[in-house]
Nanobody, 120 residues
Framework: QVQLTESGGGVVQAGGSLRLSCAASGRPFSINTMTWFRQAPGKEREFVAL????????RYADSVKGRFTIAKVDAKNMIDLQMDSLKPEDTAVYSC?????????????WGQGTQVTVSS
C-alpha cells in the first residue's frame, strides 16, 4: 500500500502566503513525477505545478508562474508548494498526484486534497 499525505492549506488574506506539503509513503517505490492540481467550486480540476524527481525540472501553470514554487525533499519523498502573493482566484481544493513505480509498474496516486481559501 502506498499513500500520499498532504498538509498545509487554510485561510489567508489576498497577498498572503501558504505552503502545502505532500509526502509519499508505504511499500517500496520510486518517484517519477509529483504534481499539484486544484479544483475550484464549479470548475474542472486544473494543473498547477509539476516536478520531475530525477532531473528536478519543474513546470507551472501560467496562472501561478512567479508566485508558486514547487520543491522536492528527496530524503522524505516529499514535495512542498510555496504559494506567495495569493489571490482570491487561487481558492480551491489542492490535490497532490504522484506517478510512482511500484513493483515495476508506473501508477498514479492521489492525496486526499486540502482546502485553500484566499479572502479578498
Amino acid at each position: 500500500q502506498v499513500q500520499l499525505t498532504e498538509s498545509g492549506g487554510g485561510v489567508v488574506q489576498a497577498g498572503g502566503s501558504l505552503r502545502l506539503s505532500c509526502a509519499a509513503s508505504g511499500r517500496p517505490f520510486s518517484i517519477n513525477t509529483m504534481t499539484w492540481f486544484r479544483q475550484a467550486p464549479g470548475k474542472e480540476r486544473e494543473f498547477v505545478a509539476l516536478i520531475n524527481w530525477s532531473s528536478g525540472l519543474t513546470r507551472y501553470a501560467d496562472s501561478v508562474k512567479g508566485r508558486f514554487t514547487i520543491a522536492k525533499v528527496d530524503a522524505k519523498n516529499m514535495i512542498d508548494l510555496q504559494m506567495d502573493s495569493l489571490k482570491p482566484e487561487d481558492t480551491a481544493v489542492y490535490s497532490c498526484n504522484a506517478a510512482l513505480r511500484v513493483d515495476g509498474v508506473l501508477t498514479p496516486y492521489w492525496g486526499q486534497g486540502t482546502q485553500v481559501t484566499v479572502s479578498s
